[in-house]
């Protein structure tokens, strides 16, 4: 069974970093997409970041491009998104997601198979 597991939200002023982490476990994931989608309070969960696992390629969100850099560490099963000048807006529960097929439709929650539990990130104005 494929588990997800974020680490690394908290609480952080406007424009300072954070790093969250996403440990997968449970399979390979060679042809899978790895997606952190958000969701903020009374609002849908919006998709952040995707890269694919054994293709060096990522996409992000208008609203954080730039300012955000997904990454993955093949080796530890890892994905990363090294969040930098983060604003009050930033504000979410995030969530690590895992797509069983390599899809250009990365920004759509319905196409992820399996989710983490949240890690809640807050910044402060």
């Known amino acids: 069974q494929v588990q997800l597991v974020e680490s690394g939200g908290g609480l952080v002023q406007a424009g300072g970093s954070l790093r969250l982490s996403c440990a997968a476990s449970?399979?390979?994931?060679?042809?899978?997409?790895m997606g952190w989608f958000r969701q903020a309070p009374g609002k849908e969960r919006e998709f952040v970041a995707a890269v694919f696992w054994n293709i060096d390629t990522s996409y992000y969100a208008d609203s954080v491009k730039g300012r955000f850099t997904i990454s993955r560490d093949t080796a530890k099963n890892t994905v990363y998104l090294q969040m930098d000048s983060l604003k009050p807006e930033d504000t979410a529960v995030y969530y690590c997601a895992a797509a069983k097929f390599y899809t250009g439709h990365y920004y759509n929650p319905n196409l992820y198979d399996y989710w983490g539990q949240g890690t809640q990130v807050t910044v402060s104005s």
């Open positions: 449970g399979r390979t994931f060679s042809s899978y997409t």
